[in-house]
């Protein structure tokens, strides 16, 4: 059934961290949450798992209202960015501990990733670097095993290598058990391949909420001598433009997939990051309005 | 609800900190118990009374509940535990640690009062048998009974008090804490001496009201506990759990 | 066999093209087990549902075909088929673009031969 998240707002002061949020994620599905630091991202995922009440607005889970029900948070994990352990507990405690709470948990599985990882199990988790605090949240939620995952930028602090050890445990906890996992990160590229679905949030709004292949159909990145691009892009819908001397760049979405760009001019198929970015920035040259829930 | 787990997690810890909590008591008794010896056998024959269990306990508790709730809702909420479950464990936790200190009491007391046997000028006293049994050293059944029953409501109160002001500065903004923190002193010192005439009245029937047993004070403990109690469960219902 | 993903064919297509060359190339033999759909996202960090995507295709034109329980197994006659698809594919991506342009340089049919009998020296004749 999913979760539906319907018209949350949630201010903070004066900010408006979240502005009538309308969402909704399918049981089974790969979604990224996509968005710059600040745009509401971690703000939305404290309110689905009631850390947070929202202003107005609910999140019904499964159809059942989230609020401190606990046959219906426990459906849901969340890897947050903050540690939420008590003081002088070590990890091997917490693997204990956690299977108390979350009676599919594998922690066979947590254990074999930490020796993969190289996590010190004996190591209080206060004491452990930013990197593999990380890392610890990390093992746990993937192999809790709940219907609903939010991992909340999942590879901060994570080195090169241990970024792509994550993403090829993560492909192979969602290959071998399906769930709904959603991933919020400004690492665009990195997730581009992986996620199914793409939301991307800005300043507390969604912008967009698709599936990636339909967000990318038809855009494409031609470029070439300006002017050349410049007739070929007019009267077509240009998004984004990028000149140097006397080279352009445009990001021109819209267009049938088969297109065939005039003699001197290449295309690029458009990667999801240089969607978002264009996106980000179109956005930026708006006017200017304060973040204070006018919806 | 997933409140067997939480409670059987909350358990474990309780049970180690009371049993941690009745061996450094026993340990300092027996310190006391010895310089008392000493002390005779070097001629003084001043009395000592030590009735540090009982405030030990109290504060004890006092500081559990000021840690507990918010480690406890993080931590609670982290696996899928609300709030409503995480504060019902409290008070589980907090009736399953004072009834083992209470317990501890009346065997402090025993052993205390076997040990003291020979030390006569040593006075071990505890909250019932001072405010109710002239000080005695050794209480029937029924008086520790009366005494356990005592304690639990005397140490639930300090649990609950604890929680309320680690909520409050939870939800406090800075300059709020600062205000709070610096009026409880000057109403300490400065407000009740100046604000004394005004409740006199009322405090010393209180007061009488509770010298007369110890059932009437364990009312006017669990009245209090009932009140802080239900502004605790009021704070923890919306407040917004954030990390460390 | 692993290659970088290039941005510009759907990943699918990419996997599905990955997967015939090694059916070719006899990496993955004839009526033996191919790696599972699992393995193949993790090794491309790619959506299985991707992955799945590539093989099913390969299934559609019976170049695969699953046992239950077990996985995907490559099916007899399956690299017979490929030549065949890829000799048609040959046809018309080299010969007849190289017609026109014959054509276009007056090479007639004889001389086409011949150059062709010259390239295949050149390079050594791996059949007849």
Known sequence: MGIEISKVTKRFGSTCALQAVDLELKEQG????????????????????????????????????????????????????????????KVRKAFEVTGLFYPEFNKARALELAKQFGLDTKKKITKLSTGYASIFRMILALCVNTPYLLLDEPVLGLDARHRDMFYKALIEKYAEEPCTIVISTHLIQEVAHIIEHAV???????????????????????????????????????????????????????????????????????????????????????????????? | ??????????????????????????????????????????????????????????????????????EDLRFFIQNGVGRRTAFLTQWIAALELAALLAIGGQLFQLLANAIAQSTPNVRIGELYSMLYAQGAMSLSLWQHVES??????????????????????????????????????????????????????????????????????????????AIIGAVNGLITRRIPIRGL | MIRYLSQERPIFLQIADMLKDAILSGAYPEDSQIPSITEFSVAYNINPATALKGVNLLVEEGLLYKKRGLGMFVASGARRQLVAQRKEGFYRDYIQPMIREARHLEIGSVELQQMTERGMKEHGDRNQ
């Not at chain 1, 494409?220 to 410049?230: E, F, H, I, L, T």
């Not at chain 2, 005397?154 to 309320?164: D, Q, R």
């Not at chain 2, 405090?203 to 047993?213: G, Q």
Request: charged residues 20%.
């Open chain 2, 1 to 70: 609800m997933n409140l067997r787990a939480a409670v059987h997690y909350k358990s474990k810890d309780m049970l180690k900190s009371a049993g941690t909590y009745f061996i450094v008591l026993l340990t300092i008794l027996l310190a006391v118990i010895a310089i008392a010896r000493i002390n005779v056998s070097n001629g003084g024959s001043s009395y000592v009374t030590f009735s540090g269990y009982t405030i030990g306990a109290w504060v004890m508790m006092l500081v559990m509940g000021i840690c507990a709730i918010r």
């Open chain 2, 148 to 225: 356990f029953i005592l304690y639990l409501g005397f140490l639930l109160m300090a649990y609950m008090g604890g929680m309320f002001f680690s909520l409050l500065f939870y939800v406090l903004n800075k300059t709020m804490q600062i205000v709070v923190a610096v009026s409880i002193p000057f109403l300490l010192f400065g407000g009740i001496p100046f604000l004394w005439p005004y409740f006199s009245g009322p405090l010393t029937a209180v007061y009488r009201f509770c010298v007369v047993n110890s059932w009437n004070l364990l009312l006017v403990f669990l009245i209090v506990t």
């Open chain 1, 200 to 295: 991307v949030i800005r300043d507390g709004v969604i912008m967009k909420d698709a599936p990636t292949e339909a967000l990318l159909d038809g855009c494409w990145s031609v470029s070439g001598p300006r002017d050349k691009v410049a007739d070929f892009v007019r009267g077509k819908n240009a998004v984004k433009e990028s000149t140097m001397g006397g080279l352009s760049s445009v990001l021109v979405d819209g267009l049938p997939e088969e297109i065939q760009v005039p003699d001197g001019l290449e295309k690029h198929k458009a990667t999801l990051q240089d969607y978002f970015i264009a996106l980000m920035d179109k956005e930026e040259l708006r006017d200017e309005s304060s973040r204070s829930c006018s919806l």
């Open chain 1, 30 to 89: 790969l979604y990224g949450l996509l968005g710059n630091n600040g745009a509401g991202k971690t703000t939305l995922f404290n309110v689905i798992t009631n850390r947070l009440y929202p202003d107005s607005g609910s999140v019904r889970v499964d159809g059942a209202e989230a609020a401190d029900r606990d046959d219906v948070l426990g459906k849901i994990y969340m890897m947050g960015e903050e540690n939420y352990y008590p003081e002088d507990m």
